[in-house]
């Protein structure tokens, strides 16, 4: 006979899904949860840019309000929206994907990247990627019934997957890889020729590649490459894109999937009965990004890229290795030679010298011994942030 405790404790577990009780919440959110009961931190923390939106996209979507745009859109998203996208793909990549069929608009990346897992795996199926990678990765792997399987990188190959490791990891149960470069935690960009290879693993083993670009346009000195430009790959590839982190629209949750008719269809059915659609004001925000947007990144870019320089620069000084990232906004040191764990690290940093960092170990088991800087803020704040680094790291540094 069960005791009391266990009937209780039965009880309370039903109440929650087995999935949904696999996964954990965000090693993130974990520590701003701490970061918020403290005055006076400077944050590397928060993957977000410090601008905010563009005032010109900014005031579209106020005007459209005004005008009193306020009902939903077509589930897949505004016409006029899809058909600027399907424009911008085409300057920029020169892709074709039809505004009617292969573009959904989604809110944001992250919805993009659960409507990807739902609509291609079923039970079991296992999906390949990158450790450390994304917070959401392998969770929403998980919450759509599949097995993340990860493979290993670490700074002495610059944080790239190589597309060895994959296939020695492709079994009968394999349906997707999914990446996402210039990466989140590291800031790795990978080569085109690098990229192909994996394409080329991916073409010969008939497996999707789902490849997030949400930092595309953050790339610092090297192109990115649009993972659907590589030969004969494109039928095959699930393109996540976004608007939060090139215009500065994190809070406005408006992302797109750029996809063959089937895999859209899919999603779409998913995203209409969960979403109904995109948010309609981030949508006329969007359309105006796109037409209107580019030299406002292009400013931010080169904003983050003097950034970069200061913070990689004075990582390696004081004595935290940090291989050189060409994307995203993040720096990702070794913090071995203090011989912490990373969780040790940022936990003690933030209360000794307030300074907000995320552990890498939030990213899976090979961020352990690094830990994630953002640089998406001023400079006067990095270097402010360098200083009490260097004190902490010199109290600290292992004989
Ligand atoms: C790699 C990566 N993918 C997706 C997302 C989610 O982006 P969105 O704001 O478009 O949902 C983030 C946000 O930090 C990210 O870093």
């Known amino acids: 006979m069960s005791t009391n405790y266990q009937r209780q404790h039965r009880k309370h577990h039903n109440l929650t899904s087995q999935r949904v009780n696999q996964i954990s919440p965000s090693g993130i959110r974990k520590f701003f949860d701490l970061l918020a009961s403290i005055e006076g931190v400077i944050s590397l923390g928060v993957g977000e840019p410090d601008f905010?939106?563009?005032?010109?996209?900014?005031?579209?979507?106020?005007?459209?309000?005004?005008?009193?745009?306020?009902?939903?859109?077509?589930?897949s998203g505004m016409p006029e929206l899809r058909q600027e996208l399907s424009r911008y793909l085409k300057d920029n990549y020169n892709l074709s994907y039809s505004p009617d069929d292969e573009l959904?608009?989604?809110?944001?990346?992250?919805?993009?990247?659960?409507?990807?897992m739902r609509a291609i795996l079923d039970p079991g199926d296992e999906v390949i990627m990158p450790d450390p990678c994304y917070v959401a990765y392998d969770s929403c792997v998980i919450l759509a019934g599949g097995k993340p399987i990860m493979v290993p990188t670490n700074q002495e190959n610059n944080f790239e997957v190589s597309a060895a490791d994959i296939k020695a990891r492709i079994t009968d149960k394999t349906k997707t890889i999914?990446?996402?470069?210039?990466?989140?935690?590291?800031?790795a960009v990978m080569t085109r020729e690098k990229l192909s290879q994996i394409a080329e693993v991916a073409r010969r083993h008939n497996l999707l590649v789902i490849s997030d670009e949400i930092y595309a346009r953050l790339v610092y000195g090297v192109e990115h490459t649009c993972f659907a430009t590589l030969p004969r790959?494109?039928?095959?590839?699930?393109?996540?894109?976004?608007?939060?982190?090139?215009?500065?629209?994190?809070?406005w949750r408006i992302g797109y999937a750029a996809a063959n008719k089937e895999i859209i269809a899919?999603?779409?059915?998913?995203?209409?009965?969960?979403?109904?659609?995109?948010?309609?004001?981030?949508?006329?925000?969007?359309?105006?990004?796109?037409?209107?947007?580019?030299?406002?990144?292009?400013?931010?870019?080169?904003?983050?890229?003097?950034?970069?320089?200061?913070?990689?620069?004075?990582?390696?000084?004081?004595?935290?290795?940090?291989?050189?990232?060409?994307?995203?906004?993040?720096?990702?040191?070794?913090?071995?030679?203090?011989?912490?764990?990373s969780e040790e690290f940022a936990e003690r940093l933030l209360i000794e010298q307030k300074v907000a960092v995320v552990p890498g170990s939030a990213f899976g088991q090979c961020g352990e011994g690094y830990v994630r800087c953002c640089y998406a803020t001023s400079l006067a704040d990095i270097e402010e942030a360098l200083f009490r680094m260097k004190q902490f790291v010199d109290k600290h540094k292992m004989a």
Not at 234 to 242: M, R, S, V
Request: proline share 5%; aromatic share 8%.
């Open 52 to 75: 905010t939106t563009p005032w010109h996209i900014r005031e579209a979507a106020i005007n459209s309000m005004e005008k009193g745009y306020t009902m939903y859109t077509s589930n």
């Open 104 to 116: 959904l608009i989604t809110v944001g990346v992250s919805e993009g990247l659960d409507l990807a």
């Open 178 to 187: 999914l990446i996402g470069y210039p990466a989140n935690p590291t800031g």
């Open 233 to 251: 790959i494109k039928e095959n590839t699930i393109l996540l894109g976004g608007f939060s982190k090139a215009y500065a629209m994190t809070g």
């Open 266 to 341: 899919s999603m779409t059915k998913i995203h209409q009965y969960t979403m109904m659609c995109a948010p309609t004001m981030a949508q006329v925000a969007a359309i105006e990004a796109l037409k209107l947007g580019e030299p406002s990144v292009l400013e931010m870019v080169e904003d983050y890229n003097r950034r970069r320089q200061v913070i990689v620069k004075g990582l390696n000084d004081i004595g935290l290795t940090c291989f050189e990232p060409r994307g995203a906004f993040y720096a990702f040191p070794s913090i071995k030679g203090t011989g912490m764990t």
